[in-house]
């Protein structure tokens, strides 16, 4: 999400219409170790991370844990986003449908048939943010945190920080995404264009609203997935205090926006996306009774 679907589980993102096509069960991340003080160059697919790393940004920010000298500092804030990315794998569960001749009976007699089947598989998507960014012409770091609005940066920035001082461990799995990296993306997403992740209609680079986030702590993939669903109900129950919150919830539930942002306000209104949904409702039924008083008058006035 999406994730990309889940872990992944990939900008609940949306058809030319921002809604989900599909949902797909996210896989969770291999555990990694905390954060360390200094931490090392991280090699991810074709591309070396380390090369995004600005000159100078550790002699400006120091350790991941202290980061409270520059709390507000673009380069603190883009490194401490960018390590909690480098430290979750990047893995999405994801449906794949294939055909099986099967014998059953028939009106009393065996039969071979057709069916189609869906099992869930890895499918491991390293692979895609490198390959976007040497698209772009940029380094990791530059795109996949750089790409992001600011303000949508910091707040996540502070949140995620809550997060691991109340013992939760957070990764992130995706984050700025241009049209060529979401037509590459699986699982549930939206248009290329239209992701809130940073496609071109929502303003492109500088403007991605929208990261998927998950936990890492745990020894197996059950653990993990237990951590995982714990950080979210942090989130759930924490992330207005910081700008933040889950759009979408189980439909792609590891994607998060700015609260004040219209992807939220559109999927999470309260009373207010409430009402607006039974406005159009009510204007829906409208335009199909009167369409359906005009057939009647029509057949009415044949006979």
């Known amino acids: 999400m999406t994730p990309e679907s889940m872990m992944g589980m990939t900008d609940a993102n949306i058809a030319p219409s921002d809604e989900p096509e599909s949902i797909v069960q996210a896989a969770l991340p291999d555990p990694l170790p905390t954060l ?11 591309a070396n991370p380390s090369d995004g790393v600005p000159k100078g940004v550790n002699e400006a920010a120091g350790s991941i844990d202290n980061l409270d000298e520059c709390l507000l500092a673009d380069i603190c804030v883009d490194r401490y986003l960018w390590a909690l990315y480098q430290r979750a ?3 999405d569960t994801i449906k794949m449908h294939e055909s ?5 009976r ?3 007699k065996t039969v071979t048939i057709t069916r189609s089947f869906t099992k869930l598989v890895d499918e491991d998507f390293t692979w895609k943010d490198p390959k976007a960014a040497e698209k772009a012409g940029m380094p990791m770091l530059d795109y996949v945190i750089g790409g992001m609005d600011r303000s949508f940066k910091v707040k996540l920035f502070h949140a995620l920080r ?20 979401q037509s590459i993306a699986s699982g549930l997403k939206a248009a290329s264009n239209k992701s809130y992740h940073g496609g071109s209609f929502r303003g492109g680079y500088g403007h991605g609203l929208a990261a998927d986030v998950v936990s890492v702590k745990g020894a197996t993939q059950a653990q993990r997935w237990l951590s995982t669903e714990s950080f979210w109900k942090w989130i759930d129950a924490h992330g207005k205090e910081f700008g933040i919150g889950r759009p979408y919830l189980d439909k792609d539930p590891p994607h998060v926006a700015p609260i004040d942002g219209k ?3 559109a999927h999470r209104g ?8 039974n406005m159009k409702k009510r204007k829906r039924l409208a335009v199909r009774d009167d369409q359906g008083a005009v057939r009647f008058k029509k057949r009415k006035m044949m006979l």
Request: proline fraction near 8%; glycine fraction near 10%; charge should be positive.
């Open 36 to 46: 360390p003080a200094d931490l090392p160059p991280v090699q991810l697919a074709s």
């Open 89 to 91: 794998s990047k893995v």
């Open 100 to 104: 099986r001749k099967v014998t059953v």
């Open 106 to 108: 028939k009106k009393g």
């Open 162 to 181: 809550a997060a691991e001082e109340a013992g939760l461990s957070p990764g992130i799995t995706s984050a700025f995404r241009d049209d060529y990296r």
């Open 263 to 265: 992807e939220y306000a």
């Open 270 to 277: 309260g009373a207010k996306a409430q009402n607006a949904g």
